[in-house]
């Protein structure tokens, strides 16, 4: 197996893979951000060239100058990166990206998947090239999106999924047999990278798009959130309820506090059954979630 494998790499899941394939290669340099400190200090200790920051802004083309790199492996990082690293490798430049391609290309696509009530995802290694999450599949993984599942669940899926997927792809290299597949770019879809304020109930929304809209973003996310008298609320998670209600009654109203809280939505009413910080704010019935 080749040693000359360049990585990069962000955030948790990024350090789980490297930590995963320490007894099958060492990389010869790790691309990270500068956020991702277990990263950092997982190079330090195993005496890694790294490179710090976005390549796109800083002389990334210097730092690869070093090496005599076969492949380079794309997991969870955080930047798009310029033609001189997509070029830099002698073979591949391969990104592991979490959905089934050509759908939901982009940025955060389980968040997106589990908003939009999908059933199932998945992970797909794909050759890396110009256009955003476009290139040749090399290996897809699917599995089944819980109804109850959150966006932390899925990552806690990732965590499991995506170091074997690498081993995988390691072994396929080995043995000469990395075969690809075209996208059909006709059936692609894109979603687009996602910011806190995102997160803003509609409650004139169906209760099972509010429904999935909570999950997806559940903690560790900034969270799906409401006002209540000008004030943030944050909510976690919720559930439906037959509780009765009058098709008069505003989106969002309040109907009941004690012994839980209810709101009213264009088909049913809700329950919300974790908010965060929720002893510092006050409910009341008849008040408006805006």
């Not at 830099?88 to 997106?112: C, D």
């Not at 699917?142 to 965590?159: M, Q, V, W």
């Not at 170091?163 to 000469?176: F, G, S, T």
């Not at 690809?180 to 409650?203: C, L, M, S, V």
């Amino acid at each position: 197996m080749t040693n000359k494998i360049g990585f990069l790499v962000s955030g948790e899941l990024g350090l789980h893979c490297l930590k995963h394939i320490d007894n099958i290669i060492k990389p010869q340099f790790i691309f990270t951000d500068k956020n991702s400190t277990g990263i950092i200090q997982y190079a330090e200790i195993n005496k890694i060239p790294v490179f710090i920051g976005n390549p796109r802004k800083k002389d990334s083309t210097s730092f690869l100058k070093k090496f005599n790199t076969d492949i380079i492996f794309s997991i969870n990082y955080l930047f798009i990166v310029n033609d001189d690293v997509l070029d830099f490798p002698e073979t591949h430049a391969i990104n592991f990206h979490g959905s089934l391609l050509p759908k939901y290309r982009g940025r955060t696509p389980h968040v997106w998947a589990i908003i939009n009530g999908e059933k199932e995802t998945g992970i797909t290694a794909h050759l890396m090239e110009k256009g955003c999450d476009t290139g040749d599949i090399v290996l897809q993984e699917r599995f089944e999106i819980n109804p109850s599942a959150t966006g932390n669940d899925i990552l806690h899926i990732y965590k499991e999924k995506y170091p074997l997927m690498v081993e995988k792809i390691l072994d396929m290299i080995a043995n000469n047999k990395l075969v690809t597949q075209k996208q059909n770019n006709k059936e692609a879809t894109y979603f687009g990278k996602r910011t806190p304020e995102d997160g803003h109930i509609n409650w004139d929304w169906q209760k099972e798009r509010i429904y999935n809209w909570v999950r997806a973003q559940a903690m560790p996310y900034p969270g799906a959130f409401s006002y209540l008298n000008g004030k943030k609320v944050i909510i976690d998670k919720i559930c439906f309820t037959d509780f009765g209600y009058d098709n008069e009654m505003p989106n969002g109203l309040i109907i009941q506090t004690e012994p839980e809280i209810l709101v009213k939505t264009p088909n049913g009413v809700v329950k919300l059954l974790q908010i965060r910080d929720q002893n510092t704010i006050s409910f009341n019935e008849n008040d408006q979630l805006i």
